[in-house]
Nanobody
């Protein structure tokens, strides 16, 4: 199983980035996909999740309408569109997969992609 996250980079405050996470080795359309982030010296925190069909999504409060999670099951890929990025969004972003919507731990994790937002 592999979750390959990409799309991170350096952006100025107010800018946008689109993260992608390509999955292989799993029946992608059977999995809830999530995005998490971890800033230096801080614990990993939940960002967003999307159910198997894309019909249900859930976001952390701090997203405040700035981020959108989406998926393309034909491409085995989940996305995180991030707009109006702020310095406090600087972190390594990870994608993860699990078979349930709201119970249990995530089964698989990607390697992370770095997002750095300058002020």
């Amino acid at each position: 199983v592999q979750l390959q996250a990409s799309g991170g980079g350096l952006v100025q405050a107010g800018g946008s980035l689109r993260l992608s996470c390509a999955a292989s080795g799993i029946t992608f359309s059977s999995y809830t996909m999530g995005w998490f982030r971890q800033a230096p010296g801080k614990e990993r925190e939940f960002v967003a999740k999307i159910n198997w069909s894309g019909g249900s999504t859930f976001y952390a409060t701090f997203v405040k309408g700035r981020f959108t999670i989406a998926r393309d099951n034909a491409k085995n890929t989940v996305y995180l569109q991030m707009n109006n990025l702020q310095p406090e969004d600087t972190a390594a972003y990870y994608c993860a997969a699990r078979t349930t919507w709201d119970r249990g731990s995530y089964d698989y994790w990607g390697q992370g992609t770095q997002v750095t937002v300058s002020s």
